[in-house]
């Protein structure tokens, strides 16, 4: 088949260049511009989609995004999740098939399930299924569920993107309205930022055969479209959707096929001042017996498949309406050589203007399709009088209908304006809107094409006013069109045939599946919705959520307005993720941080991970041959008997200064800061307003007024956050400025029994004796002919000199150290053997000991606890936490039993080891060279007093017996950390 | 169509951190540092200096390199008195340029804040985000220029890379 109900003439495809594609495995013949489902539709192809629960045969509904029957999948390098056949462009080479149906829609044994529908209504998976167990049926119904697979691998070329844009005006939809008011706003001067869903501009009016100033209303379009390019303060994008409207005037536009060679979709994000939504309406059907067979099509549809696309959807038609807009697409039709069997107007009158629309043709009013009848394609309806009486039968191949217009509100909605019910159009439109936002054309419910003209370029007037713009009203061109009338009729109640009138095609939801959730209590649009699942699909409802707030309202007695809508929810049509992640993936989907020796580090064979705050640190640095304890003793080993040096870069640095910092440091730390003395610094801890600790590190005093104040590496960005909280809001009276210098300073941190000598070395004018340069000091000098700070401060137990430069001259240090340090024996350390010493000296880290139930007390650091200060963060808290006696959890250390047993570190540690309410947990688990053995920390209720007993781990298939000791393995006295 | 766009990584410049007190840091700068710009998010420049109004009583000075020491040894940050903070920083920053016809269009893609002419022009800068990081940005007669923590520079140079591409 290759274009048997394609026009010889017309259209807006381009006949000069032919398309191949394939459908199903079998291929079809269209042209550049058409649709996967005008091709097919031109091909004379009639069932294209299974539905979603019965698999019944479904044909093509639609024209656009609002499609409900037919989703399609794209294979091979275009390979995509599920895509309305309506909005898949063809090209050369596409592959596409339908979804939920095997071996093809044609024949497709899922197709048995029409067998069993009377089992299978809405909710039925709440009430059967149960016996024995429902997860027993779960993965079975689960597999049968769904739809088109997601693609199994990224697009072989190309890439996403996303942009941050600001407009004056953001116009949604580039229709009449639309265009409108882009040219008001453009010629006024704001920036205009333009985005419609559809490869080119026009919306409804490049499927109708309308005038605008006495020319086909696509010159105008056109005419427009060329003004708006000239404009360099306007943006006009086309095959862009705005798909969500958030706070503050955020919208978000996916484009698609942008003009870039590389790039495959492009998503922005636009903050616009004033923001007009032109989004036209969309049709909903009739509903009716069998209102889903292949043939039966909205009226709108097939007026677009005949003038925009030059094929044809049948080749007999009727036409079934409630309103007036049915009437010109019976014209199109019979214009375009479709016999139009009949018009079924549901209303008793009908305007005497519309009527001569379609000479000829014959009209019954007050008349209802009461069935369609055909399987696989539409072969004749059932017409009876609306109030009763004998049903005649009529020939047809395709069924027209239209229900009424749904004003397309989403994206009005999703900006929390609120919207009312409009009778004079039966539907839903705008009313207050909750951002400066407005609406125009058939989304405010104005249907006619000078009313549309009208109110856009009032739209867009008004919003480059308000956007401070001296706004022209611009001219409307001449239009006219009869305005728009209907009478709603929600569904056809007439006597007759019985079967399944659908509301939602794409979800297979019935009426009777309405009645059905009513009487059993949700009788809520909103339990509706979600017990039948009703508006829940892909297309969300476009086309079936007004008509199931009809069925609601007349199964109630009740007005459509007193049921209301659903809430409205982005996107207003499916993103791709790739759209929304736009250049965040592979290498830089997260943040990483680097330091100057990161280079050094990866050359060097460094196992490297995040340790905190995005740093990517070495873990540990392997050896050929070594398996990852080796390396880590190895290492351990390195800074126990010689030297070794990290990387101490990341850890946060705050320069403080004010005449009150002082007091402040007293107020944050738990301890006394106030009291150190320039050149000095003190080891503290900080805890939040609740008594826990927050943070712990080393406070040094370098002036009169300035100190530096350290954190840990992943607290520092929290703990800058926190200090500027209190500094701000909690004592702005005070003096204190806080500056980061996280990245001003890095440092290499040489530790060991050979620390002192290395340091020597390097050549250095500080005077690094004991005697000069104490324990927990820090000196200003030159190390290796840079300009350095140097603290003594450990993490490892072991004598550690902190030397601080800034980073351009960091690697030249690294090299030194490493240089220099070599006759001394020293080696590269990592964050694993950097744990284990800390754990072998009981120093405390966040995320283990520190757990966010444990205070300084239950660490065995009572002496941070200043009992001299009248207050501090926290402290109060402590005591209301302590004050109750309850048990604590106390840091011990544990010994196993077994020296080669580890214990994994979280592991519960439980009463004699029997299945119970925990009283501990481990907190690390490390092969201590030092101790050669497995050494843990632990917090354990009563912990401090039980000091000599056994505890127990209790694992999953073991208990393992520990010793209870004091929480510190090597060097208690701290004696080589003073040397 | 590709982007035509350039991007360059560093130098890094002299910059200081100013706090405090207005009055007193003029007092005690001098004419070491250009006016106090009027406005927020502003900056002004004299003798191969700037000075970027960045928060209240927050301003950075910048310079190039090369006078680094002759900042410091002006502004005497360690002598400066308890109600002014002079802090070195020019390690902090790792600056970028991106400059080019399509610079704009590179921004975009990076930077939330609205770049364009009619609001943000020649003597603007500000604290914003590049790719999610904290920047500062100012234009260049030929495209932009922003300042991003120098640890994630390696992580913005990926990210360029991948937004020209």
């Known amino acids: ?979 | 169509m590709l982007y035509d766009v350039q991007f360059r990584r560093g130098p890094i410049a002299a910059l200081f951190d100013l706090k405090g007190d207005r009055d007193t840091l003029a007092r005690w700068s001098g004419k070491h540092i250009p006016p106090f710009p009027l406005s927020p998010n502003k900056f002004t420049a004299s003798g191969g200096r700037w000075l970027f109004y960045v928060g209240p009583n927050h301003w950075i000075l910048r310079a190039d390199i090369e006078r680094e020491e002759e900042c410091e040894r002006q502004l005497r940050p360690s002598e400066a008195p308890p109600q002014i903070s002079i802090v070195r920083i020019s390690d902090v920053f790792t600056p970028f340029a991106v400059t080019g016809p399509d610079a704009a269009a590179i921004m975009s893609i990076a930077c939330p804040l609205d770049l364009h002419a009619a609001a943000f022009g020649d003597e603007d800068a500000a604290f914003t985000e590049i790719f999610g990081l904290k920047a500062l940005v100012r234009r260049l007669p030929d495209g932009f220029e922003f300042a991003v923590e120098q640890s994630y520079g390696d992580m913005v140079a990926a990210y360029l890379a991948r937004a020209v591409a």
């Not at chain 1, 056949?85 to 029409?114: E, Y």
């Not at chain 1, 998503?267 to 007009?276: C, D, G, L």
């Not at chain 1, 926290?874 to 010994?895: P, T």
């Open chain 1, 1 to 979: 088949m290759s274009g048997e109900n394609r026009l010889p003439a017309g259209g807006r495809i381009d006949r000069s260049r032919k398309v191949s594609f394939q459908f199903n495995g079998r291929t079809y013949h269209g042209y550049e511009g058409d649709t996967l489902a005008s091709a097919l539709i031109a091909n004379g192809v009639s069932v294209t989609a299974r539905s979603f629960k019965y698999h019944r045969p479904r044909g093509i509904v639609g024209s656009g995004v609002e499609e409900p029957a037919s989703l399609v999948e794209l294979e091979g390098a275009d390979a995509s999740g599920n895509q309305p056949i309506t909005t898949v462009r063809i090209r050369n080479g596409l592959r596409v098939r339908s979804v939920n149906c095997w071996p093809s829609p044609q024949f497709d044994l899922g197709a048995v399930n029409q067998l069993f529908a009377s089992l299978i209504p809405a909710g039925f998976y709440y009430k059967t299924f149960k016996w024995p167990d429902w997860q027993l049926f779960e993965p079975t119904i689960r597999r049968a569920a769904g739809l088109a697979s997601a693609p199994s691998a990224p697009p072989p070329h190309g890439h996403f993107e996303t942009r941050n844009a600001h407009a004056d005006v953001l116009i949604a939809g580039a229709g009449p309205a639309g265009l409108i008011a882009a040219l008001a706003a453009g010629r006024a001067g704001a920036r205009v930022f333009l985005a419609d869903e559809g490869p080119e501009p026009g919306g409804s009016l490049l499927n109708r055969n309308l005038v605008i100033a006495g020319r086909p209303a696509t010159d105008w379009v056109g005419e427009v479209s060329r003004e708006l390019a000239a404009m360099d303060n306007v943006v006009h994008l086309q095959n862009a959707t705005v798909w969500a409207y958030r706070e503050h005037n955020l919208l978000i536009v996916n484009e698609r096929a942008p003009a870039h060679e590389t790039v495959l979709e492009r998503n922005w994000q636009v903050r616009a001042r004033q923001v007009i939504c032109a989004t036209g309406a969309i049709e909903r059907p009739m509903v009716f017996i069998n209102n889903d067979r292949p043939g039966a099509m909205l009226a709108s549809a097939a007026q677009a498949y005949v003038n925009r696309y030059a094929a044809l959807p049948g080749r007999r038609a009727v036409v079934f309406t409630n309103n007036d807009s049915a009437y010109s697409a019976a014209a199109d039709m019979k214009a375009a050589g479709i016999d139009i069997a009949a018009i079924i107007d549901s209303r008793d009158c009908v305007p005497a203007g519309i009527g001569r629309q379609v000479p000829g043709i014959k009209i019954l009013k007050g008349h209802v399709v009461t069935a369609a009848k055909g399987y696989r394609r539409v072969r004749s309806v059932t017409v009876s009088a609306r109030n009763g009486g004998a049903s005649q039968s009529i020939q047809c191949d395709l069924l027209a209908h239209s229900g009424g217009w749904n004003p397309a509100v989403h994206l009005f909605s999703q900006s929390r304006g609120t919207l009312r019910y409009d009778d004079a159009i039966a539907g839903f439109v705008p009313d207050a809107p909750a951002q400066s936002t407005h609406s125009a054309g058939a989304a405010a419910g104005l249907m006619a094409l000078n009313e549309a003209l009208a109110s856009g370029a009032r739209a867009g007037h008004q919003a480059a006013s308000l956007a401070g713009f001296d706004a022209d009203i611009v001219e409307i061109p001449d239009a006219h069109e009869e305005p728009y009338a209907i009478e709603p009729l929600w569904r056809v109640e007439a006597p007759g045939p019985r079967g399944k009138a659908f509301l939602d095609i794409q979800n297979d939801v019935t009426v009777d599946d309405i009645h059905l959730a009513m009487r059993e209590g949700y009788a809520t649009v909103e339990h509706v919705k979600r017990y039948t699942t009703g508006g829940m699909g892909i297309d969300q409802g476009k086309t079936g959520n007004i008509n199931i707030i009809g069925a609601v309202a007349a199964r109630k007695g009740a007005r459509m307005q007193d049921i209301g809508t659903t809430t409205f929810r982005s996107p207003y049509t499916p993103v791709s993720f790739g759209a929304i992640a736009g250049l965040r993936e592979g290498g830089v989907h997260l943040p990483y941080r680097h330091t100057p020796v990161t280079a050094w580090n990866q050359t060097n064979g460094a196992v490297m991970y995040e340790a905190g705050a995005r740093w990517q640190r070495p873990g540990y640095f392997p050896c050929e041959g070594e398996g990852f304890q080796d390396t880590v003793n190895r290492e351990c080993r390195a800074v126990r008997e010689r030297v070794g040096v990290y990387d101490g870069s990341p850890l946060g640095t705050f320069e403080l200064k004010g005449r009150d910092v002082g007091r402040f440091l007293d107020f944050i730390y738990t301890n006394v800061m106030s009291s150190l003395q320039v050149g000095n610094g003190r080891y503290g801890i900080m805890l939040s307003d609740d008594g826990l600790i927050l943070d712990d590190g080393v406070a040094f005093r370098v002036g009169e007024y300035r100190w530096i104040v350290s954190t840990s590496t992943g607290n520092a960005d929290a703990m800058h956050q926190h200090m500027e909280r209190i500094a701000q809001v909690e004592r702005p009276q005070w003096e204190v400025m806080i500056t980061n210098v996280t990245s001003q300073w890095n440092n290499a941190t040489v530790c060991g029994p050979r620390a002192r000598a290395v340091v020597e070395a390097l050549g250095t004018d500080i005077d690094l004796s004991p005697e000069a340069f104490a324990f927990m000091a820090l000196r200003d000098g030159t190390v290796a002919g840079l300009p350095a700070r140097v603290a003594r401060v450990s993490f490892t137990g072991e004598l550690s000199f902190e030397i601080n430069v800034a980073p351009r001259h960091m690697r030249k240090l690294w090299d030194a150290v490493m240089e220099v340090g070599a006759p001394f024996g020293i080696e590269p350390v990592g964050s694993e053997a950097n744990h284990v010493l800390r754990v072998e000296k009981g120093f405390l880290s966040l995320g283990h000991e520190v757990d966010g139930t444990a205070d300084p007390h239950d660490l065995g650091m009572s002496w941070v606890m200043s009992r001299k200060k009248a207050d501090f963060m926290g402290k109060r808290s402590v005591a209301l936490r302590r004050a109750g006696g309850a048990a604590r959890r106390e840091l011990v250390g544990l010994l196993p039993v077994d020296p080669n047993t580890p214990i994994p570190e979280g592991a519960p540690l439980t009463p004699k080891g029997r299945r119970e309410a925990t009283e501990g947990l481990v907190t690390a688990c490390v092969w201590s060279v030092a101790n050669s053995r497995w050494v843990a920390l632990a917090l354990l209720k009563d912990g401090h007093s039980r000091q000599g007993e056994t505890a127990y781990a209790r694992l999953k298939d073991r208990v393992i017996p520990v010793t209870v000791t004091a929480p510190v393995f090597y060097d208690p006295s701290g004696e080589l950390l003073r040397s």
